[in-house]
């Protein structure tokens, strides 16, 4: 069945509101980001005057980061409720970031346009997560870098999807039950962005579960990280969260 993207970005708007009433940590602290804004911030370079695009803002906590290393920031989400909540705040800031309301399977910017387009834990609930992976390409300058960040069920996290199709209940990935979830292996990842155009250069997964039990936290049978580079290559399509960074195919 195809999903109506309208009711979808209403669900969204619901999810974003429930969300910012549990939101109670400092968000603009980097020891405090999340997982993949972790991995994203070491590969992002000198920002300044590049233009940057940001799929997938949410409430705008990293777009406004960036914009304050110097970056000229656009910043885009599906659900309108979201991206009022980071006008709001990117105003109290004193931060300028340019916000719109899109779909990122069709993004209302212009052909080549970007020196650096982010996406973070995004694509993997979006419905047409392939044309998305296109129109990021398309929005991306040839040279320019996309810093891609989303999940990889190979690991013991794939026992929740089976949960949810025995119990036929909606997948909850440990942080809530969202309106819509893609199910990704690394290498469908990679396959996409060089289809898309897009050579990868860098790769890092954070978040390592290896056993799901009844009753016991996840969080007490895994790795958060692995530091050993040797281990760490052999680990890396079995981490949870995953970030490539890819240079768009041509001349710049």
């Given amino acids: 069945m195809t999903e109506d993207r309208s009711q979808l970005s209403v669900d969204y708007d619901s999810w974003h509101a429930h969300r910012l009433s ?68 990117s105003v109290a800031e004193g931060v300028n970031v340019h916000w719109l309301v899109g779909d990122a399977a069709s993004i209302p910017l212009g052909n080549e346009e970007f020196d650096l387009v982010i996406s973070c834990e995004c694509m993997e609930h979006v419905p047409d997560y392939q044309k998305m992976m296109f129109e990021l390409a398309r929005i991306t300058r040839p040279g320019g870098r996309l810093l891609l960040t989303t999940p990889s069920q190979l690991n013991a996290q794939v026992l929740g999807w089976f949960k949810s199709w025995l ?78 960074e890819a240079v768009k195919v041509g001349q710049s």
């Fill in 22 to 89: 549990e939101e109670g940590h400092d968000v603009h602290d980097v020891e405090k980001f999340a997982c993949w804004h972790q991995m994203v911030v070491p590969r992002l370079g000198d920002l300044s005057g590049l233009k940057v695009a940001e799929i997938g803002c949410g409430r705008g906590n990293f777009a406004i980061f960036l914009a304050k290393q110097g970056a000229d920031v656009t910043a885009m989400d599906f659900s309108e409720a979201a991206v009022d909540i980071a006008r709001e705040r």
């Fill in 167 to 244: 119990t036929r209940k909606p997948y909850n990935s440990g942080s809530g039950v969202q309106p819509h979830e893609n199910f990704f292996f690394t290498w469908t990842i990679l396959r996409l962005l060089k289809r898309a155009g897009y050579q990868t250069s860098f790769r890092d997964a954070r978040i390592f579960p290896f056993l799901m039990l009844p009753r016991v936290n996840p969080a007490t049978l895994r790795f958060d990280r692995i530091h050993t580079p040797w281990l760490k290559s052999l680990a890396m399509p079995f981490g949870l969260h995953q970030m490539y």
